[in-house]
């Protein structure tokens, strides 16, 4: 029992220490953010509140508010919501200049009236709750004043403009670092995913392929991780005015995560059609584990398209382009043999499902050529027809 408990104990340090470690510049940010807030509005900027420090409360709050905006939709979200706690601070402080502090006439109108204007406007539920609670917050906690104090609202400027600040100076170093490192992972795990489905239907193995379709199942959240990476890299060079000529590079990879997320929903299916397989009393063609083994190497070779695109290396990027179609008709030769014979129905349907990824990684890496594609189907005794776009 004690080894137990000593083991859950040592397992959750190790987990609390890998969070620490990933999100240090999440804390670093928070911590730096509301300090300077405060340090700015209660004593660069401390004259207008008389001597009072607990005044300039509301600027580390906002800090707080804007750094806890998730990365990507930071820049316009952050706004909004500091707008939201702008216009609550106006509120309230016109309901205890009208009504007084602490009442309840008061709390009842700043409460309609925050509310009632964040629902005009259609705003999302966080800026309504962020307007809303900074009005009630006057009305209900501050010292009674009638006086109008216009510092709040200056101090809660002052604390988001911070924060958003901080944001944007993390990442003007390197604005793309962020999709740069989140392509390279989504590739590396869709990549490990389609190796380890090759693994399972070569050794027939029902368990591992099931195993592997879980993992498969998982798959989306990397997509979505490269999908924020993009919305952060944008937001990023919102600010680095230097790196303008790089939005290109963010709309290209923006297509590309759509590329993507069609190919992580096919090697699902193919992931499936891998537990079937390996139930079948027959062996796996070893044709099928040729062209699965060469799939895995066109998703590296679109990672590196990726990679050469977001970094701005069009020769490498071009390289990378012809290589794909390359490996991508290899992917399907592999396949052909199997054609002049009669498969069960399980095999056929790999086939197909294997065509299909391998398309949506050619047109994730830009290199789905008409006579690349025609190429792919006259392989497999389809009908060609592709033109270029």
Known sequence: MGKTRGARLAHWFRTAWGRLRSGWQLLAAVTLGATASWFVASRLIGGPHGGDDSAAFYAPAAALIVLSQARGVRLGQAIRVLAGIAVGVVLGEVAIWLLGARSTAAIFVVILAAAGLSIAAGATGVVRNQLTTSALFLVAVVPPNKELEPTRLYDALIGGTIALLITQVAGARSPLAPLDTEGRRSFTELSGVLDSIRQAVQRHDEKAAQAVLDRARQL????????????VADENLHLAIWERHSRPRVQA?????????YAVRNTRTLARSAV??????????PQLGTALASLSQLTGCAAAVLAAVVSGESDAADRHVDQAGKIAVDTVQAMAPLLRHDQSLPVSTAIGQIRMVVI???RSARADKPEVLNAIDRTLDLPTGWKKR
């Open 276 to 285: 079937t397989l390996t139930r079948l009393p027959d062996p796996t063609p």
């Open 220 to 231: 989306d959240s990397r997509t979505a991780a490269l999908r924020r990476a993009v919305l």
């Open 253 to 261: 990879a923006r297509a590309t995560v759509d590329q993507v997320d």
């Open 360 to 362: 949506d990684l050619l």
